[in-house]
């Protein structure tokens, strides 16, 4: 079985969240999934690091394009890190934002 899928030597080149979800559900539902975990992902890391007030049409917009996006970062995240690399984004930006929260408490409270 050259290349087909299940083949042990493709599920070995998966990235590591993508070969989990793929032991944890049924091949079918693998794709929409993943596709889920780096849209969810995305938008955490869009919303934490480059969202700004805008009307909510723009919002629609803008959520539209990264839903688009999304959907080719999905056959990327089959064998590259991009899921791993969004959970690391998203947890740089929350670290972030706490620590801003904090001097700005304290800011505020002087």
Not at 83 to 101: D, K
Request: charged fraction near 15%.
């Amino acid at each position: 079985m050259n290349g087909t899928i299940g083949d042990a030597e493709t599920i070995e080149a998966m990235s590591p969240v993508v070969r989990m979800i793929y032991e944890m559900t049924s091949s079918s539902m693998t794709g929409i999934l993943l596709f889920a975990v780096v849209f969810i992902l995305s938008a955490i890391v869009y919303k934490l690091g480059f969202a700004r007030k805008i009307k909510f049409w723009q919002n629609v917009v803008v959520y539209s394009f990264l839903f688009l996006g999304c959907i080719i970062l999905t056959f990327f995240a089959i064998f590259l890190p991009i899921v791993e690399g969004l959970i690391v984004a998203a947890l740089i930006l929350i670290i972030y934002r706490v620590r801003r929260m904090n001097e700005h408490k304290e800011n505020s409270t002087v």
